[in-house]
């Protein structure tokens, strides 16, 4: 019963739309403190939570994703994609899932990446005759390869809770994010053919090879960052620092940002991390909670009750983030619920990498459905569209991400080959 009637709190706290991390926080301080429990424990688990050493990365990452978007990378990509793929029927829109991936590898934000692509893809589809629904949808469902594909924030978030490897998970997130984009560009295919209207831009070598020149250096930033990963060279945290280091160095060099931009650059950091962070604390004071009250332990019971078999369990567990992902955070949904199931994913003999990739892919699905849906809310904000509009542009493409969940419970190879190939 006081399980329930904490869950019943912080459902009707995210109901009045009280910001997720105050929702965990306030139902979890007043349990303590019925309990008897002194103040100082809610204090030391928040700092403990926030100062953990994997986390160190998170502002690194998004120091990283803001440098490039401040940085001009996405037109640069945009330009050499739309070179390259503009003379194909449908070419914008492969073009739109081809600089989600290029930029995918220096951002791990699904809602920075649509904040700034949507605002470099969607008016040119237009101009060429593609509906307004179809932009929206590839714009969005594109998206979500960048929270999926390494740099991944919520991939870092997940390591740190589960204490696997952030290299590991890294690696095993790229077949999956390639799959996605292939399955993005099926549906493209699929759609274009019932556009009448849409322009085809003419091929131009020269066009070709002065994009190529442009976007030559940004497209390193893979190399750098995975490479070092990947290679042993960098810690997670290292890389993302050098990444850092090193779009900043692009920016200065094309003259794109000015020092007079660091300030904002830095604040834009600093205030999304805060966000990150608080979330991550508060559902840390909230796991306690759950834990005292011995709910993994209850939940390890009736999951190896109802099945014994890892695939049935990693299915239920993406039908769990799917239903979790449409109205809590990501983050605050990883830093709670990891703790509780990777008990029951040891003793079922599941990969915690292939339960990292499975929890991630579903709970980004959640970007894109109602009502909490944050991609949803910033393509209507930034194209000034009802939500509505935008959700039936992007309900073709949730076919594909499903499928790529469904594939990672029933091939985990898709996600261990390459970490084992590596030796990570």
Same mark, same amino acid.
């Given at each position: 019963?006081?399980?329930?009637?904490?869950?019943?709190?912080?459902?009707?706290?995210?109901?009045?739309?009280?910001?997720?991390?105050?929702?965990?926080?306030?139902?979890?301080?007043?349990?303590?403190?019925?309990?008897?429990?002194?103040?100082?424990?809610?204090?030391?688990?928040?700092?403990?939570?926030?100062?953990?050493?994997?986390?160190?990365?998170?502002?690194?990452?998004?120091?990283?994703?803001?440098?490039?978007?401040?940085?001009?990378?996405?037109?640069?990509?945009?330009?050499?994609?739309?070179?390259?793929?503009?003379?194909?029927?449908?070419?914008?829109?492969?073009?739109?899932?081809?600089?989600?991936?290029?930029?995918?590898?220096?951002?791990?934000?699904?809602?920075?990446?649509?904040?700034?692509?949507?605002?470099?893809?969607?008016?040119?589809?237009?101009?060429?005759?593609?509906?307004?629904?179809?932009?929206?949808?590839?714009?969005?469902?594109?998206?979500?390869?960048?929270?999926?594909?390494?740099?991944?924030?919520?991939?870092?978030?997940?390591?740190?809770?589960?204490?696997?490897?952030?290299?590991?998970?890294?690696?095993?997130?790229?077949?999956?994010?390639?799959?996605?984009?292939?399955?993005?560009?099926?549906?493209?295919?699929?759609?274009?053919?019932?556009?009448?209207?849409?322009?085809?831009?003419?091929?131009?070598?020269?066009?070709?090879?002065?994009?190529?020149?442009?976007?030559?250096?940004?497209?390193?930033?893979?190399?750098?960052?995975?490479?070092?990963?990947?290679?042993?060279?960098?810690?997670?945290?290292?890389?993302?620092?050098?990444?850092?280091?090193?779009?900043?160095?692009?920016?200065?060099?094309?003259?794109?940002?000015?020092?007079?931009?660091?300030?904002?650059? %830095?604040?834009? =950091?600093?205030?999304? !991390?805060?966000?990150?962070? $608080?979330? @991550? /604390?508060?559902?840390? &004071? +909230? #796991?306690? *909670?759950?834990?005292?009250?011995?709910?993994?332990?209850?939940?390890?019971?009736?999951? %190896?009750?109802? =099945?014994?078999?890892? !695939?049935?369990?990693?299915? $239920?567990? @993406? /039908?769990?983030?799917? &239903? +979790? #992902?449409? *109205?809590?955070?990501?983050?605050?949904?990883?830093?709670?619920?990891?703790?509780?199931?990777?008990?029951?994913?040891?003793?079922?003999?599941?990969?915690?990498?292939?339960?990292?990739?499975?929890?991630? &892919?579903?709970?980004?699905?959640?970007?894109?459905?109602?009502?909490?849906?944050?991609?949803?809310?910033?393509?209507?904000?930034?194209?000034?569209?009802?939500?509505?509009?935008?959700?039936?542009?992007?309900?073709?493409?949730?076919?594909?991400?499903?499928?790529?969940?469904?594939?990672?419970?029933?091939?985990?190879?898709?996600?261990?080959?390459?970490?084992?190939?590596?030796?990570?």
């Amino acid at each position: 019963m006081t399980v329930l009637a904490l869950l019943v709190a912080i459902l009707l706290l995210l109901a009045l739309r009280v910001p997720v991390a105050f929702a965990f926080l306030g139902p979890g301080l007043v349990y303590l403190v019925l309990d008897g429990e002194s103040l100082g424990l809610p204090m030391r688990l928040v700092a403990n939570a926030a100062g953990s050493f994997v986390l160190l990365a998170v502002p690194l990452f998004v120091l990283l994703g803001v440098i490039a978007n401040r940085a001009g990378i996405a037109d640069r990509l945009f330009d050499f994609a739309l070179a390259l793929f503009g003379r194909v029927r449908g070419g914008l829109g492969y073009v739109s899932v081809g600089v989600s991936l290029g930029f995918s590898w220096m951002s791990g934000s699904a809602v920075a990446d649509a904040a700034a692509l949507s605002k470099v893809e969607i008016p040119p589809m237009l101009r060429a005759g593609y509906s307004r629904r179809f932009g929206l949808g590839v714009v969005g469902a594109s998206a979500l390869i960048a929270p999926v594909m390494p740099p991944s924030i919520p991939a870092v978030i997940f390591a740190g809770q589960a204490s696997v490897s952030t290299g590991a998970l890294f690696a095993g997130s790229v077949l999956p994010a390639l799959l996605m984009a292939l399955g993005l560009c099926v549906v493209v295919f699929v759609l274009v053919r019932r556009q009448e209207g849409i322009v085809h831009l003419g091929f131009s070598r020269a066009r070709l090879a002065a994009a190529a020149r442009r976007v030559a250096l940004p497209i390193l930033a893979p190399v750098v960052i995975l490479g070092g990963i990947l290679g042993g060279l960098f810690t997670p945290t290292e890389a993302a620092a050098v990444g850092a280091a090193y779009m900043l160095v692009l920016g200065f060099g094309y003259g794109t940002l000015k020092v007079r931009d660091l300030p904002r650059i %830095l604040v834009e =950091t600093v205030t999304t !991390t805060a966000a990150i962070m $608080l979330i @991550v /604390a508060s559902a840390a &004071l +909230l #796991g306690y *909670v759950l834990a005292k009250e011995r709910v993994p332990q209850a939940l390890a019971d009736l999951v %190896l009750g109802f =099945t014994d078999d890892g !695939t049935v369990f990693l299915l $239920l567990v @993406v /039908a769990l983030m799917l &239903l +979790l #992902g449409t *109205v809590v955070d990501a983050t605050a949904t990883l830093v709670l619920v990891v703790p509780i199931l990777m008990p029951v994913a040891t003793r079922l003999g599941v990969d915690p990498v292939v339960l990292g990739v499975a929890m991630i &892919l579903a709970l980004m699905i959640g970007l894109l459905t109602p009502p909490v849906g944050t991609v949803l809310y910033v393509l209507s904000s930034t194209q000034r569209v009802r939500v509505g509009e935008v959700f039936r542009g992007v309900l073709p493409f949730l076919v594909p991400l499903l499928v790529c969940c469904l594939l990672v419970v029933f091939v985990p190879g898709l996600v261990t080959w390459l970490p084992a190939t590596l030796g990570l």
